[in-house]
């Protein structure tokens, strides 16, 4: 299956410490979305990647998380210095730009806690 | 600022009972995509809808893209236990735009 993969599916850090999550898309999407996710609410926009470009940042994005896809393939999304708000889903989408209408497909997620 | 208005957010029915997710919105949307999650797991796309009035049925769930595109349902007839979950409606102002806007929610149990 070629579907969202994501790891690691759980994270437990504690407070001040650093963490990254990978996200390895759909083989052929070049559109990639980080968006974070808590308990019973729907996905909070992050950020944007076409490619290798990171088009647009939410303002949610602190200048204490940090996105990159290199090479216009995985993503990593770091997080520094972690605080315990920071706790929630971590979610991954890829998207084609041809074909229909946006469709985002997502990867099972990663669950950070922070302590 | 653009809104996609989810109600109700929470519902709780007896197993067999039927039921209808709303999304409403002032915007115009090229197309309308309904996600179901499961704790733990990343939302997975339930249907894609695209033109105005249209209808499509997913086995039990119907759903419904409003004539002018600014709203979406859900109707679920015979709820099971395993149609438990968080229903999520997202809506794409155009083709080209990157961005879906989001509803929050409605988180759904079925008793059995």
């Known amino acids: 299956d070629t579907g969202v993969s994501q790891n690691p599916r759980h994270k437990i850090t504690k407070r001040g410490q650093n963490v990254t999550f990978r996200c390895d898309p759909i083989s052929e999407h070049n559109r990639l979305y980080w968006y974070r996710q808590t308990l019973g609410q729907g ?3 992050l950020t944007y990647f076409q490619n290798e470009a990171q088009l ?3 303002r949610l994005l602190s200048d204490r998380f940090s996105a990159e896809r290199p090479k216009g393939s995985f993503s990593t999304l770091e997080i520094q210095r972690t605080e315990q708000g920071d706790s929630a889903m ?5 998207s084609s730009i041809r074909g229909a209408k946006n469709i985002q497909y997502f990867g099972a997620g990663t669950r950070l806690s922070v302590l | 600022t653009q809104l996609l208005e989810q ?11 039927n039921l209808t997710v709303y999304c409403n919105s002032s915007s ?4 309308l995509q309904w996600y179901r999650q499961e704790p733990g797991e990343g939302p997975v796309l339930l249907v894609t809808v695209v033109t105005g009035g249209e209808v499509k049925k997913l086995k039990r769930l119907t759903f419904q893209f409003g004539d002018a595109r600014k709203d979406s349902s859900l109707h679920i007839t015979a709820a099971q236990p395993g149609d438990t979950g968080l229903y999520l409606c997202a809506g794409a102002l155009s083709d080209s735009n990157y961005q879906l ?3 929050a929610g409605t988180k759904l ?4």
């Open chain 1, 43 to 45: 996905p909070e926009f």
């Open chain 2, 109 to 112: 149990i079925i008793k059995p």
């Open chain 1, 56 to 58: 647009e940042k939410s």
């Open chain 2, 101 to 103: 806007i989001w509803g």
């Open chain 1, 90 to 94: 971590y979610l991954c989408a890829s």
């Open chain 2, 7 to 17: 109600s109700p957010q929470f519902l709780s029915i007896q197993e067999g009972e």
């Open chain 2, 28 to 31: 115009v949307f090229s197309s």
